[in-house]
T-cell receptor, first 115, second 109 residues
Framework: GAGVSQSPRYKVAKRGQDVALRCDPI?????LFWYQQALGQGPEFLTY????????KSGLPSDRFFAERPEGSVSTLKIQRTQQEDSAVYLC?????????????FGPGTRLTVL | TQLLEQSPQFLSIQEGENLTVYCNSS?????LQWYRQEPGEGPVLLVT?????EVKKLKRLTFQFGDARKDSSLHITAAQPGDTGLYLC?????????FGAGTRLTVKP
């Protein structure tokens, strides 16, 4: 079966533009996570959904970042008025259940470059 | 300050050598996971440890969870070029995972 897919794979934006990053999780997976990974660093947690409910958004760095998962499957991470410091790889992961020990399956990421 | 500190940050060794990388924290975790990430891809789960003192083996990889569940180690025996990658540890914080910055391993043939 298909794994987690993300689109676009690469995005170049001019500073101040809005961007939308899409994540298609594995079908039937309850939990969905977004992470931000800067160059040479580990993934930093952004937000977590259980079905359509956003249970934790404590990692979102500012109110310019917004995530949604309206039907409990596909999720979109939106960044408004992008800044250069937003340049990073944005990773999405999904897991079957809601336990922290459930295996998270990661997508390949979207590399965002803000000029 | 990282919740999980990984060391060393970089490691370059010759094929056939053994190595150990570490993941340390002042926090107690209900579980800890190790991932391997290759360029242009997302991390892939290697193992989950949940019990203090637990040791798990995966072929040439040995994972240990500290007795106090605050730290972990990954030992690789007879490293191969295919082991090259970024090794990440992640600890469970409620329902979320928090990652360390990783150890970037290069195994030269």
């Amino acid at each position: 079966g298909a794994g987690v897919s993300q689109s676009p794979r690469y995005k170049v934006a001019k500073r101040g533009q809005d961007v939308a990053l899409r994540c298609d999780p594995i079908s039937g997976h309850v939990s969905l996570f977004w992470y931000q990974q800067a160059l040479g660093q580990g993934p930093e947690f952004l937000t977590y959904f259980q079905n359509e409910a956003q249970l934790d958004k404590s990692g979102l760095p500012s109110d310019r970042f917004f995530a949604e998962r309206p039907e409990g499957s596909v999720s979109t991470l939106k960044i408004q008025r992008t800044q250069q410091e937003d340049s990073a790889v944005y990773l999405c992961a999904s897991s079957l259940g809601s336990s922290s020990t459930d295996t998270q399956y990661f997508g390949p990421g979207t590399r965002l470059t803000v000029l | 300050t990282q919740l999980l500190e990984q060391s060393p940050q970089f490691l370059s060794i010759q094929e056939g050598e053994n190595l150990t990388v570490y993941c340390n924290s002042s926090s107690v975790f209900s579980s800890l996971q190790w991932y391997r990430q290759e360029p242009g891809e997302g991390p892939v789960l290697l193992v989950t440890v949940v019990t203090g003192g637990e040791v798990k083996k995966l072929k040439r990889l040995t994972f240990q969870f500290g007795d106090a569940r605050k730290d972990s180690s990954l030992h690789i025996t007879a490293a191969q070029p295919g082991d090259t990658g970024l090794y990440l540890c992640a600890g469970a914080v409620f329902d979320d995972m928090r990652f360390g910055a990783g150890t970037r391993l290069t195994v030269k043939p």
